[in-house]
């Protein structure tokens, strides 16, 4: 292990602390939205992920998304239950740090990127049914976009893509699965109708904070070394979220009044929308990225609510929509001045580059979108996705969890 190196080792284990903090970071962040007789429920959609993933990426799914590779479609079983996954570095994933660590590093995005989807369903969905779909969605899904995109061989990744901390991956597969998932369980009971007012603001102020606390290791992190990349995609990611909330607030002060939900919105799309770009492109080029993603997902909401669809916290507006764009701007801005193992965007003399993003965008669009949907209609015309009224009118606290959170 004489390439193990303990900077860069020190910094990736604060940075798995600092990703799985934002799993408990999406819980409040969502759960300050969801109705009172709901927050228990929405909560635990969040954090049931840290222990079902925890086991399942363990038992197989860091091997079906980093093994050897099948054809640059799927890894190979040679990583199964973590074996031949130890303390020296494995060079195709981190030269200076344990191969053991980039596997935990990389759990981490597997929790949370599944609970990204659960704010397209919230407040409606069967206990059974969400656990099945998300084992199923982290398998057939998740792992095999990990492995285009991140793994040795992935067709993508040997096309060149550029996604440093997970635009297609992460934001844009969650994005589309919400989307498709919301069209099959159909809207709350009263949607459109009565008001669904969020029951607590602090809490997804406070889990937006935990958010962008966390985004600086989900990006800062995916540097792999405590070097100047991993500076600028910590730089890049802070600048796209105070930009875009910014643009947020404003656009919602033109509406009528600044809106504190609407500023924390705002601060989450810019983060998702530099995911992909971070260690790619400058601080200057971060605050463009994030300004132009605002409107983006303010708007795509707007179109949502016209369309009268109850995709309930808008996953596929302030995800799927951000790091589209933010996935088209890798393409125009990235620059080998600041990350030499990168490649140039249009706008420093390589167009071809925005062609490869634009096709792994589209790729993992309907990808993740037509598996989604495929699932979902197959468990609900088998076991349901959807409570029953009554369960529904009670809350799902009490009748899927049997407790309150507030007497």
């Known amino acids: ?37 709901n927050i228990l429920s929405t909560l635990t959609l969040s954090y049931v ?74 407040e409606r969905i069967r206990f059974k049914s969400f656990l099945l779909f998300g084992i199923a969605w982290a398998t057939l899904v998740y792992d095999p976009l990990c492995h285009w995109v991140w793994g040795a061989g992935g067709w993508l990744r040997e096309m060149g893509v550029l996604d440093f901390a997970g635009g297609t991956v992460v934001h ?37 904070g935990l958010l962008w606390v966390g985004w600086f290791g989900f990006n800062g992190g995916s540097a792999l070394a405590a070097n ?49 770009a971070s260690g790619f492109v400058s601080p200057l080029a971060a605050l463009v990225i994030g300004a132009v993603a605002a409107p983006i997902s303010y708007y795509t909401i707007r179109f949502r609510e016209q369309r009268g669809l109850d995709e309930s916290l808008d996953v596929f507006a302030c995800h799927g929509m951000a790091s589209t764009w933010g996935m088209i701007a890798t393409g125009l801005f990235a ?15 390589n167009p071809s580059q925005l062609g490869v993003q634009i096709l792994a965008t589209v790729v993992t669009m309907i990808f993740s979108f037509a598996v989604t949907y495929v699932l979902a209609k197959a468990l609900n015309m088998s076991i349901g996705l959807k409570v029953g009224t009554h369960e529904e009118e009670v809350g799902l606290d009490i009748s899927g969890h049997g407790e309150r959170a507030y007497s």
């Open 335 to 349: 620059s080998t001045a600041i990350n030499p193992g990168g490649a140039n965007g249009l706008f420093h003399g």
């Open 172 to 208: 844009v597969a969650a994005g589309c699965s919400a989307l498709a998932f919301a069209m099959v369980i159909g809207p709350r009971k009263g949607f459109g109708h009565i008001p669904m007012e969020p029951h607590s603001i602090p809490y997804t102020v406070l889990g937006a």
């Open 49 to 122: 992920f840290m222990a079902l993933i925890g086991v399942q990426w363990l038992l197989f799914g860091y091997t079906l998304s980093f093994g050897q590779d099948i054809g640059g479609l799927i890894g190979g079983l040679n990583f199964l239950g973590f074996m031949n996954v130890g303390a020296a570095p494995n060079p195709d994933y981190g030269s200076s740090i344990p191969h053991q660590l980039f596997a935990t590093y990389q759990m981490m995005f597997a929790v949370i990127t599944p609970a990204l989807i659960t704010g397209a369903f919230v």
């Open 228 to 276: 100047g990349v991993a500076v600028n995609a910590l730089l890049a990611t802070n600048t796209s979220g105070a930009a875009a909330g910014l643009v947020w607030m404003l656009l919602s002060w033109l509406d009528g009044r600044p809106s504190t939900l609407g500023l924390v919105t705002g601060m989450v799309v810019g983060l998702a929308a530099v995911t992909p």
């Open 1 to 37: 292990m004489a390439n193990l190196n303990t900077g860069d080792t020190a910094w990736l284990l604060v940075c798995c602390s600092l990703v799985l903090l934002m799993t408990p970071g999406l819980a409040f962040f969502y759960g300050g939205m969801v109705r009172r007789k």
